[in-house]
């Protein structure tokens, strides 16, 4: 409730004070968490790389969209019964449950991911897909500049040195919100 106070209504330095002690606070397990998703992300997109997966995706276009599927489907059901398969793994009071948790939470974000991308992948290999994507590239060349950006525009609507937002918004709200502004971002780029 106080973070949620100060990123609602405290001011620059507040709000800065208390990034930092997040910062300090979620440091090692950003760490051990955070940096080998991160780094297993590069690696997979190098092993991508060297292997050529956009021309065997050209090539074998059929399976990949099966493996599409079957990667979104494992996600959504990882995702949305997740409850389920924490329940079976593990009992509220283990001292394994948040470990769980996070397991089958991240699974299901790993297979969504790799969804994601497969899509994108699958749909840059014909004609129409690469003119409904092209508008994207610009954008990525761009990455930096619209990333802080976002930064900006996101603060001042829900820091409270802004509009003072946090905590107030429906997360549906807030989606529409993220997507007009990349939508406005890839017509600036």
């Given amino acids: 409730d106080q973070v949620t106070q100060i990123y609602g209504n405290g001011n620059f330095f507040d709000i800065m004070l208390t990034r930092i002690n997040e910062y300090l606070v979620f440091r090692n397990i950003n760490l051990l968490y955070y940096a080998p998703k991160v780094l297993a992300l590069?690696?997979?997109?190098?092993?991508?790389?060297?292997?050529?997966?956009l021309q065997k995706i050209k090539q074998q276009s059929a399976q990949y969209l099966i493996i599409f599927i079957s990667f979104i489907i494992a996600g959504l059901i990882l995702i949305f019964k997740?409850?389920?398969?924490?329940?079976?793994?593990?009992?509220?009071?283990?001292?394994?449950?948040?470990?769980?948790?996070?397991?089958?939470?991240e699974s299901g974000n790993g297979f969504l991911g790799l969804g994601y991308l497969l899509i994108v992948l699958l749909i840059s290999q014909t004609k129409f897909g690469l003119k409904l994507l092209d508008p994207f590239k610009y954008a990525g060349r761009m990455a930096l500049t619209n990333y802080l950006m976002q930064s900006l525009i996101f603060t001042t609507i829900f820091y409270g040195?802004?509009?003072?937002?946090?905590?107030?918004?429906?997360?549906?709200?807030f989606l529409m919100w993220g997507l007009l502004v990349f939508i406005i971002q890839v017509i600036f780029s």
Avoid: C, D
């Avoid at 040195?161 to 709200?173: D, I, M, N, T």
């Fill in 161 to 173: 040195y802004g509009f003072g937002l946090f905590a107030k918004v429906h997360p549906w709200q």
């Fill in 82 to 105: 997740l409850e389920t398969f924490l329940n079976f793994f593990s009992h509220p009071e283990s001292g394994f449950y948040t470990s769980w948790y996070i397991f089958i939470y």
């Fill in 42 to 53: 590069f690696i997979v997109g190098y092993v991508a790389g060297r292997g050529n997966m």
